[in-house]
């Protein structure tokens, strides 16, 4: 509800608590990403300064490789997600303020003579899962390991890990603690309550785009300029060999000997059994419990006999021999299985006092014959030579791979059939192929195939454990890009005429604000556009009503709880599509005293913004103390450089 209140996830110093991005080694192998990203393990700067601190610098080569690193862990969750997108959010910013602050807080840090020691490095690298064996333990070869195939050195990691310790000891206080006064809160609680009246016009491109057909140097030039847009996601090619267990189908049928082998071994479990359900009394001397049982053996019901002596029967179902032992003796075991149904026996002393039983019901199963439970013991070992099969054959398969052989001569020399995928996305979506619908064994292996390098041997892939594998390589990675413009023409032509209509419909749209502004009617400004317009609509609410929940709502909408009373303003339509024009006709105030349990929510979490702007001075403090230098030209030299890594022409 107040998101649009909350700053502090975007601010530089609210990482060193959110464990956002500073000291992205870190980030990354806790996130579980340990894949190689392109040689990102190198973090040993070069290429230009984008900073510097102390006698501290940050390289534009570093800030580029943790950008991308960010990226990649960011399209895992987006597949789609392409760089001018992630760009255009701000990351580079935000990361770049994330690391300059990291970076100072440690020299600050060394300035006041402040450390960490090893044993808490030690501590936060044995919790990183990345690290750990099955059995959740640290394993130091697992690290060492890890470490090598990223190409990170272990003192890299250790920095980062140090620093992102210090940030929190040194700056986290600054935030703690902080509590807001009602003077403050007040304004901001009853701007929730607040509710607003105003009407929304689309003023849209396709009404306004060029009936004729763009040339080709206008088109070439726009495909150039927005190359993002029409960028394809990375693609790869997968090749695998699928191992089935119905390959072992013959293998795994069990003999004669083996089926009555494992029926001898298992004999008690097919042998005859039964089971009794008792109802019982415990008495304290013999005397009450011969009555009890006399009174039972003449007819009466064993509960009405326990009710008349301030007693309560004990109900016992589906008793074995071994199970009644445990409260009696083998005198009461061996007469209670003795008697038939409704008979009664006792009274029998034992442990626990005099028992009177009554045999209440009697479950009798006979002996299972080895022709009776055949089918089963047929389907329980075939089960179990199938596993150990299949285990057996993918163990002889890992070897060979470990050992050096390639992808094809595992396949050969093992009969296995290779099958090679389209050019697909991390989805499944072929873009060569609309209709492409990837196989079930296909879509199990989409994960592992886009985690896989170029370099990687094949690997080993589960599709349903235990009985269906399978050994997968990838045979081509296409970069993301976008296609040639021939491919696209006809698709980029439309978004060059919608474009076109964008900025005649942003004029058109200026135009009409500025007739309004001096006193026109919204309708009649419409009207006088002489071209045929939706009608513009109502709009009404509160404003929590609208900033309930984790969604944002639409900009439009947002923008008329932002405006001043009685004003006008325009609001371009995402993805070329027009302009709004956003009118505010009527505010209602609202005052938030009388609901204390919303003052005291906005409290909170205004107490968290203003504590995180406490940080955030304090880190700024710290940056003018030691004289931070920042190149913030280095930005767009780190944007065109991450363009170009992610196949965006420029």
């Known amino acids: 509800m107040l998101s649009f209140f909350r700053r502090f996830l975007g601010s530089k110093v609210g990482a060193f608590i959110a464990l956002a991005f500073l000291g992205v080694i870190a980030f990354a192998f806790a996130a579980g990403d340990i894949t190689n990203t392109g040689g990102l393990g190198n973090l040993g700067g070069g290429g230009g300064t984008a900073a510097k601190v102390g006698g501290e610098k940050l390289s534009v080569t570093e800030l580029q490789s943790r950008v991308q690193r960010a990226f990649e862990q960011e399209r895992k969750q987006n597949p789609g997600l392409q760089i001018g997108e992630f760009i255009a959010k701000g990351a580079v910013e935000q990361i770049y303020d994330q690391m300059v602050a990291g970076l100072t807080v440690s020299a600050y840090a060394d300035d006041q003579g402040m450390s960490v020691s090893k044993r808490m490095v030690d501590g936060q690298i044995a919790g990183i899962p990345a690290f750990q064996d099955a059995s959740g333990k640290f394993s130091q070869d697992l690290f060492r390991q890890l470490l090598a195939r990223e190409g990170i050195s272990e003192q890299a990691l250790r920095d980062d890990m140090s620093r992102d310790l210090i940030g929190k000891q040194l700056v986290g206080p600054a935030s703690l603690g902080v509590r807001l006064g009602d003077s403050l809160v007040l304004p901001y609680a009853s701007l929730l309550l607040e509710a607003r009246a105003g009407r929304i016009a689309a003023i849209p491109a396709a009404a306004f785009a060029p009936k004729t057909a763009p040339t080709d140097a206008q088109l070439q030039n726009f495909y150039t300029k927005n190359a993002d847009r029409y960028s394809i996601p990375e693609q790869r090619k997968l090749r695998y060999a699928v191992i089935d267990a119905a390959r072992f189908a013959g293998a795994a049928n069990p003999t004669d000997a083996e089926i009555a082998a494992a029926y001898n071994q298992n004999k008690v479990s097919y042998a005859a059994t039964q089971t009794r359900n008792f109802d019982r009394l415990v008495l304290p001397t013999e005397a009450a419990a011969k009555t009890i049982a006399a009174d039972v053996k003449a007819g009466k019901s064993m509960a009405d006999a326990a009710r008349a002596a301030g007693l309560a029967v004990a109900t016992l179902t589906k008793q074995t021999k071994a199970m009644l032992a445990k409260d009696g003796n083998d005198a009461v075991v061996q007469a209670a299985f003795a008697a038939p149904k409704d008979g009664v026996v006792g009274p029998i002393r034992t442990g626990l006092g005099w028992q009177v039983l009554r045999v209440t019901a009697i479950d009798t199963v006979a002996e299972r014959t080895l022709a009776q439970v055949r089918p089963e013991l047929i389907a329980t070992l075939k089960g179990q030579k199938t596993a150990q099969l299949i285990s057996d054959f993918t163990g002889r398969i890992e070897d060979q791979v470990a050992e050096g052989a390639t992808f094809d001569e595992v396949a050969k020399d093992n009969g296995l059939a290779i099958e090679t995928s389209p ?213 767009a030299t780190v944007k065109q450089a991450l363009r170009a890594a992610n196949g965006v022409t420029p």
Do not use: C, H, W
């Open 423 to 635: 050019a697909v996305i991390s989805t499944g979506q072929a873009v060569q192929d609309s209709i492409f619908k990837p196989s079930a064994d296909l879509q199990a292996l989409l994960k592992p195939g886009f985690d896989m390098t170029a370099d990687d041997d094949g690997q080993l892939v589960p599709i349903i454990p235990n009985q269906r594998y399978a050994l997968l390589d990838v045979s081509e990675i296409i970069p993301a890009a976008p296609p040639p413009l021939a491919k696209v023409r006809d698709i980029v032509a439309r978004q060059y005429q919608l474009n076109q209509g964008a900025i005649k419909a942003k004029a058109v749209a200026e135009e009409l604000r500025t007739k309004i502004a001096k006193g026109m009617s919204l309708d009649d400004a419409i009207k006088s556009v002489g071209a045929p317009l939706p009608a513009p609509q109502k709009v009404a609410g509160r404003r929590a009503d609208l900033m309930r929940g984790q969604e944002r709502p639409p900009e439009e909408i947002a923008l008329l709880f932002a405006m001043a009373p009685k004003s006008v303003k325009t609001l371009a339509i995402p993805n070329d599509q027009g302009t709004f024009i956003v009118q505010l006709d009527a505010i209602q105030r609202a005052d938030a005293a009388k609901q204390p349990a919303l003052v005291e929510n906005v409290r909170g979490q205004l107490s968290q913004v203003a504590g995180s702007e406490y940080a955030d001075q304090f880190e700024r403090a710290m940056e003018k103390q030691l004289g931070v230098k920042r190149d913030a030209a280095a930005l």
